[in-house]
């Protein structure tokens, strides 16, 4: 029986993670380590709640004696680490949380694994730390071209710039250690449990109450999104076949430009909810600082090495995304309200 350690579990991606592990194995035992920030949500993990395969550890990855006490009462195979500060507009007015929790907090996990992974000469079977990091320590793109693994890491904002240094400490305990770890750098996913500070389920939730669609820049800024399951799915791949000490680029060629989503999102509210959905709620808004131009990922080195590929065409992602949203009215309703309001009132207010 092998045993996860889940950091962020109770976040959007590591929720999603958690249920596709727990529907695909019966023979794991997850644990799910997360500080409950404004983004975790226990909500979101109520199903799995009574699994006896998972159990949940409220805490921060930057706690060196509790994350030490699951080492030791628990025998660890993977860990998982999703924790992280995960939004580049906050970064860009609070970066300090972010270099604490993405580097430190990752530093702090990646130092208690090696302890306790460690033997004479090396490091014990089967064991791995799965870093779960992100396109954006790529940089932007220009009108070409794609990220591949071998291209320049040159992060813009303070969230990439604390991924990216996350991801070069991961590095370095392979390179230093031969630490058994692996990265993956995915690009925008979308589906259900996302916090409604990121563009699709924001749209979404105001769509669903008529409120502004407030658009940055020209709206042309194209990101290559990958519906979260796919995601999920390449992480289990990449923890079962990677090499070790590799680098893997998760994204399936859905490019869309910011306003095409704004109003694929439209059109389908508008035809299958409510006629009063229209165009008219799109707001030009200021530009984001620094805003990457285009993300656009190569995947086929995941795809040669392990098959992966992503099975949801976005079409598809975004009808099921929105339905999600729609048969679970009252998870965003709850998310929306109280600090959510003064956060949303600050971010848009002067925008
Ligand atoms: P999220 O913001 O929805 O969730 C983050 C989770 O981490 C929350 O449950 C939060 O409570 C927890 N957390 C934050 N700080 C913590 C700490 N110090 N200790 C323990 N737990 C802590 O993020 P997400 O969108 O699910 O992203 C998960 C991971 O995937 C992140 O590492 C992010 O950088 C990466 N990623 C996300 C995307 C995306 O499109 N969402 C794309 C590429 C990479
Ligand atoms: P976001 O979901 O924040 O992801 P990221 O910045 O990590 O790619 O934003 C996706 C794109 O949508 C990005 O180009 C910024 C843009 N955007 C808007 O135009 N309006 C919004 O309200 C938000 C949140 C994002």
């Not at 033997?119 to 089967?126: D, V, W, Y």
């Not at 590799?246 to 999102?265: D, L, P, S």
């Not at 309703?333 to 207010?349: A, C, K, R």
């Amino acid at each position: 029986m092998k045993t996860y350690l889940v950091t962020g579990g109770a976040g959007f991606i590591g929720a999603n993670f958690v249920h596709y592990m727990l529907n695909k194995y019966s023979d794991i035992k997850i644990i799910n380590l997360d500080k409950l920030t404004y983004a975790g949500n226990l909500e979101n993990l109520k199903d799995v709640k009574t699994n006896y395969n998972y159990t949940f550890a409220c805490g921060d990855i930057c706690d060196k004696e509790l994350v030490e006490k699951l080492f030791e009462g628990n025998d660890i195979d993977y860990v998982v680490n999703f924790a992280a500060e995960s939004h580049v507009d906050r970064s860009i007015k609070e970066p300090e949380i972010f270099v604490k929790t993405n580097v430190l907090g990752t530093v702090n996990i990646l130092n208690v694994a090696k302890n306790s992974w460690e033997i004479k000469g090396g490091f014990k079977e089967g064991k791995k730390f799965m870093q779960v990091s992100t396109d954006e320590v790529y940089g932007s793109l220009g009108d070409t071209g794609f990220f591949l693994e071998t291209t320049p890491i040159d992060p813009h904002s303070p969230y990439s710039a604390s991924k990216t240094g996350a991801d070069l400490m991961v590095k370095a305990y392979y390179d230093t250690y031969k630490m058994p770890v692996n990265i993956t750098r995915c690009s925008n996913n979308y589906g259900p449990y996302q916090f409604p500070e990121k563009l699709i389920p924001l749209l979404i939730n105001n769509c669903l109450n008529h409120k502004n669609l407030p658009v940055y820049g020209d709206g042309m800024n194209i990101r290559d999104w990958l519906y979260v399951e796919d995601h999920c799915k390449a992480i289990n791949m990449v923890i079962n076949g990677g090499r070790l000490g590799e680098v893997y680029n998760v994204g399936g060629h859905n490019e869309r430009t910011n306003m095409q989503i704004v109003k694929t999102v439209i059109n389908y509210i508008n035809e299958n909810v409510d006629k009063e959905v229209t165009e008219k709620l799109i707001r030009y808004v200021e530009d984001r600082l620094g805003h990457d131009k285009r993300y656009g990922i190569d995947p086929s080195k995941i795809k040669e090495e392990l098959g992966w590929y992503p099975e949801t065409t976005f079409e598809v992602g975004i009808k099921k995304t929105i339905r999600w949203n729609l048969d679970n009215k009252e998870w965003m309703d709850n998310i929306t309200s109280g600090e959510y309001q003064n956060y949303y009132d600050n971010m848009y207010q002067n925008k």
